[in-house]
């Protein structure tokens, strides 16, 4: 299966641009972003857990990363509220599951072999630090070998004017709304852009957003295809 698979082209997908498909597990449905690969894929998503429903026990042949969207979600290693960034790392395993209902953002089989630390950061207690322009603040989740993943935040007015990283450049709009040339973005949207260009966000009435930079390399793209046939 192979879903906005070039990574050369700039892709986007809005709210109700796609319908919600069910996965395997009951109460477990998702919204495909990019996929290369079936059950076992290079993949982001967007995945709601209804109220009391689960994922059976799996391992983490490639990694996994989410960013709680809403609600609570749980495994044996701790809970994770609204605004939690997580990374299980190669190897990983765990039982995920919800009492009241939660809503992830999630990105598989895209760990370097090196990155090896579990990562667990609650986003709500981290202090804005200045941010690449007038009106912008920023958040730092994690770096590592020219990876990197942090928030934006937005105020009314601000103009986000940047070249995107080399090695492309990924945004989920958490909060409020942003526009650039190809249109506006409300809350939920998703836009993936190759490297080297040149990007200007405009935020009338103010934004949050989920950016990752420098993972959308031929050499980061060949990882899935080299471990999953191990």
Known sequence: MKIRADFSEKAILRPGDEPWAASPQPGVERQMLDRIG??????TSLVHFAPGSFFPHHVHGGGEEFFVLDGMLE????????GT????????EHTPFTKGGSTIFVKLWQFSKDDRARHVVDTNALPWQKGPGNGLATKEL??????STFLL????????????????????????????ADGTYSARSWIR???GRESRLI??????????????????LALFAEDATL
């Open 38 to 43: 079936g059950e076992i894929a290079r993949a």
């Open 75 to 82: 495994d044996e290693n701790g809970r994770y509220p609204q």
């Open 85 to 92: 960034y997580l990374r299980d790392p190669i190897g990983s």
């Open 142 to 147: 994690h770096t590592f070998d020219g990876v």
């Open 153 to 180: 935040r937005m105020e009314p007015g601000a103009r986000w004017d940047h070249e995107t990283h080399a090695d492309g450049e990924e945004i989920l709009v958490l909060e409020g709304e942003a526009a650039d």
């Open 193 to 195: 852009q190759p490297g």
């Open 203 to 220: 935020s009338e009435s103010g934004a949050t957003l989920l950016v990752k930079t420098g993972h959308l390399t031929a050499s980061h």
